[in-house]
């Protein structure tokens, strides 16, 4: 099996489960791609009711400083759970769901209305887009307008390799008072390296429903089905984050 950039969906996550289960599929025991549907859309709901809830405590001042960082190491403790112990997702998903909705909605928050310069409708804008794409992405794929090859698969794993590579370094640059200005500026080239980045997330979108789809394939367990959606919400954030980083570069620049 072919291998996924995202983390969550690491080379052979399912193989060996077509023996495992042999002729016994049942879609009460093994994984199925409407079951990773409604599981995903369960996810994103505690994503965004906490999201809200975020938003709101945030507006009012009744959210304290340190949850904006708390909800980020503990979404990020819980992915790495998560990734490790698939066999937990079914409770850690949830709670990883959470975290990344308390700490998406507050920077959102932060984003449009806290810093020195205000941004408004940013937020619903990113969120807008970012549904969008999901469903244009899903249409792509269910309709094989494209479809994912090995060749297509080995591209955008080197690309998001490099991309995390040029994420690493810029870190790294940070700590010694150095950045790397293209990925925060709002130049013309850091527009277009945020354009890049957000098609590379949508694309890896194509790899997360491939992966899912052949899991159901293989009979993996029922849990993978929490799994497969944690793996997608993975994907919804990071694209999330780099609409919000890209549309807050072109209204620098207005």
């Known amino acids: 099996m072919a291998t996924s950039s995202n983390p969550a969906f690491s ?3 399912f193989a060996g489960y077509e023996q495992v289960y042999g002729t016994s599929r049942s879609a009460g025991t093994t994984m199925t791609v409407q079951g990773t549907i409604g599981k995903t859309f369960a ?27 708390a909800a980020g190491i503990g979404g990020f403790i819980l992915a790495m759970i998560t990734i490790f112990k698939p066999n937990l997702s079914p409770w850690t998903a ?3 769901a959470a975290f990344e909705g308390v700490f998406l909605g507050a920077l959102s928050f932060l984003i449009e209305h806290s810093l020195a310069k205000q941004y408004p409708g940013i937020a619903i ?8 794409t999901l469903f244009v992405m899903l249409f792509l794929y269910a309709t094989r ?3 994912v090859t090995d060749r297509l ?10 991309l995390c590579l040029v994420y690493l370094i810029s870190f790294v640059a940070q700590l010694f008072g150095a950045s790397i200005p293209f990925i925060n500026n709002p130049t013309p080239i850091g527009i277009g390296f945020s354009v890049l980045v957000v098609g590379l997330a949508a694309f890896n979108l194509l790899l997360d429903f491939d992966f899912i789809e052949r899991g159901a394939q293989s009979d993996a367990p ?5 799994y497969g959606a944690f793996g997608l919400i993975l994907t919804l954030v990071w694209l999330y984050l780099e609409i919000l980083r890209l549309l807050q570069k072109l209204q620098s620049r207005d």
């Open 11 to 13: 080379n052979d996550m």
């Open 43 to 69: 996810l994103l709901g505690i994503l965004s009711a906490t999201a809200i809830f975020a938003w709101t405590a945030e507006s009012n001042g009744q959210l304290q400083p340190v949850v904006l960082p």
């Open 94 to 96: 949830p709670i990883y």
């Open 125 to 132: 804008q990113a969120v807008s887009m970012t549904v969008g």
């Open 145 to 147: 307008m494209i479809q």
């Open 153 to 162: 698969r080995s591209g955008i794993v080197a690309a998001t390799g490099a």
């Open 222 to 226: 029922k849990y993978m089905e929490w």
